[in-house]
């Protein structure tokens, strides 16, 4: 019998959190089950194994961080909306590491997949941000990424100790992105074509 109060969301919820306090490698069924006070064996009546598990935790993770982005750029447009979300990122970066590397690490297993409607949710929050710059078609998808790679490369250093200088690391985050700002407002860049 399944202990009273225990599912598939609670676990992965519980799971999320230690992820976030040991990493996401050192996550083990058998920490988890000690947390939430079971025998190990117990955990396989909410999840399959513990790649379902971390499964589970990418797609909570970027549901977690589309609505976070979302939340965070409410009624913002243009540079207010960039740093928003910018922000949004950086701290739920900070603040779960653990999952945000699942989700990082997840790839979808099919088309029903719950992760791929979340991480479409994250990137249509991102795209909103985009939208105010008033970009081209063919641009969007290159600021896209240029975003993510910049917010996440910034915050997983931060996370991991990687800025040692004694310059303040929040004023280096803004200027990030105000210089980020600045590209999307003079995107004239033409990338380079095949073979050049």
Do not use: C
């Not at 959190?17 to 920490?31: I, N, P, T």
């Not at 990687?162 to 407002?185: E, H, K, N, P, Y």
Request: hydrophobic fraction near 45%; glycine fraction near 10%; aromatic fraction near 4%.
């Amino acid at each position: 019998m399944p202990r009273a109060g225990l599912d598939p969301a609670s676990v992965t919820v519980a799971a999320a959190a230690l992820a976030d306090e040991v990493g996401l490698d050192r996550l083990g069924m058998g920490q988890l089950a000690e947390r939430l006070g079971v025998k190990t064996p117990s955990l396989y009546k909410h999840v399959t194994s513990q790649a379902d598990l971390t499964h589970r935790i990418a797609v909570l993770a970027m549901v977690e961080l589309g609505e976070a982005i979302r939340d965070a750029t409410q009624g913002r447009a243009g540079s207010d909306a960039l740093a928003a979300a910018a922000g949004a990122m950086r701290t739920y970066i900070n603040r779960y590491p653990g999952r945000y590397e699942a989700g990082n690490r997840a790839t979808a297993a099919g088309p029903d997949d719950p992760l791929l409607a979340a991480g479409d949710r994250l990137l249509g929050s991102l795209s909103a941000v985009l939208r105010g710059f008033q970009l081209e078609p063919g641009q969007e998808i290159h600021a896209l990424r240029m975003l993510r790679s910049m917010v996440h490369g910034f915050a997983t250093l931060e996370v991991n100790g990687g800025f040692q200088l004694d310059t303040d690391v929040d004023r280096s985050f803004a200027w990030m992105v105000a210089l980020i700002d600045q590209g999307l407002r003079h995107p004239d860049v033409t990338a380079p074509t095949e073979g050049s």
